[in-house]
């Protein structure tokens, strides 16, 4: 399978990376290893998480989902067969997102015993407190670099003027620099980055791995009325997508996937993995025909009308 340069590291990903939020959560841990089994089985290296994966479900504390990667490349040995994304910067019981320099020291090592390595290949930014100074942020990751615990350094859910801002305190002040950006990117959510963090990206050579690649399950058609969703834990977050812009792409999707004789997951990844705008879309999974949908994506030969066709149909008024 092809692999794709993460901006300017010496990092190469698959065309699809696997999302790891779902481990611990909707994913008992010998589920998350059978999903991870088939992803790289399947010819897929790079696997998302965060230190904050899945403080949100009951009975969890954060860390849930490293915890299962790490024991995962342990039993099977492959950590320098993998890539490994982590976050920094949720709240993990401090009570407010944190990007300072002591949080992220301490986040890094909690990360690091999770994870059983000795250094992160990816390590991101996950969120911003809008208080630490750049500066401070970047001084912390530098100092991680230099331990051997980071490899490389990227963010997510940074406004255009904070990255801007990062990046140049980068440049002038030999800072590390974020490598990659990961922003909410898909065929219905494409205004805030098509017009902030993008351009950004592609005139400072940043990879990009976008996340809520599928709208939160939308575009696999499997939400199409307020009666489905009840579908899955996931379901009331796709209520807005269920207007007549939504409805269109949904539309377009059947279309190019009947075409195509694929599924309309597989085309909406297709329709990101083919945008030149994006490395790699982060999408998760819970059973083997969602990771079917990965290679669907990554086979499908999508014709120019047929990316027009997905282009129209999920146009925004600007």
Not at 44 to 71: H, L, V
Not at 113 to 134: A, N, S
Not at 168 to 183: C, D, H, I, M, N
């Amino acid at each position: 399978m092809e692999k794709r340069r993460l901006g300017n590291t010496d990092l190469y990903t698959a065309p699809i990376v696997l999302g790891g939020n779902v481990f611990g959560w909707t994913l008992n841990e010998k589920e998350s290893f059978a999903v991870l089994d088939e992803f790289v089985s399947l010819g897929f290296n790079t696997i998302d998480t965060a230190d904050a994966y899945s403080r949100w479900a009951p009975g969890n504390q954060g860390g849930e989902s490293e915890t299962i990667i790490g024991k995962w490349m342990k039993e099977r040995g492959n950590y320098n067969d993998v890539t490994i994304i982590t976050k920094v910067g949720s709240d993990m019981g401090q009570g407010h997102k944190d990007i300072s320099e002591k949080h992220i020291l301490k986040a890094a090592e909690d990360s690091l015993k999770r994870l059983q390595v000795e250094q992160i290949d990816l390590y991101l930014t996950h969120w911003d407190d809008d208080d630490t100074p750049v500066e401070e942020t970047l001084g912390a990751y530098q100092k991680l670099i230099e331990s051997g615990k980071v490899k490389y350094i990227g963010a997510s859910n940074l406004s255009p003027q904070r990255l801007r801002n990062s990046l140049e305190a980068s440049k002038k002040q030999g800072l590390p620099r974020y490598e990659v950006f990961q922003p909410e990117y898909n065929l219905y959510a494409r205004q805030a980055f098509e017009e902030g963090i993008g351009p950004i990206c592609k005139e400072e050579g940043l990879g990009v791995i976008t996340y809520y690649s599928l709208a939160s399950g939308f575009l696999t058609g499997k939400y199409r009325t307020e009666a489905d969703l009840n579908k899955s834990v996931r379901g009331g977050g796709v209520q807005k997508y269920l207007d007549e812009r939504g409805k269109r792409i949904l539309a377009a999707l059947d279309d190019v996937a009947a075409r195509h004789q694929i599924s309309q997951a597989g085309v909406a990844l297709a329709w990101l993995v083919n945008n030149p705008a994006v490395t790699a879309p982060i999408a998760s999974a819970t059973k083997s025909k969602h990771l079917q949908a990965f290679t669907e994506a990554t086979q499908v030969k999508l014709t120019p009308s047929d990316m027009e066709q997905l282009n129209q149909a999920s146009a925004y008024v600007k």
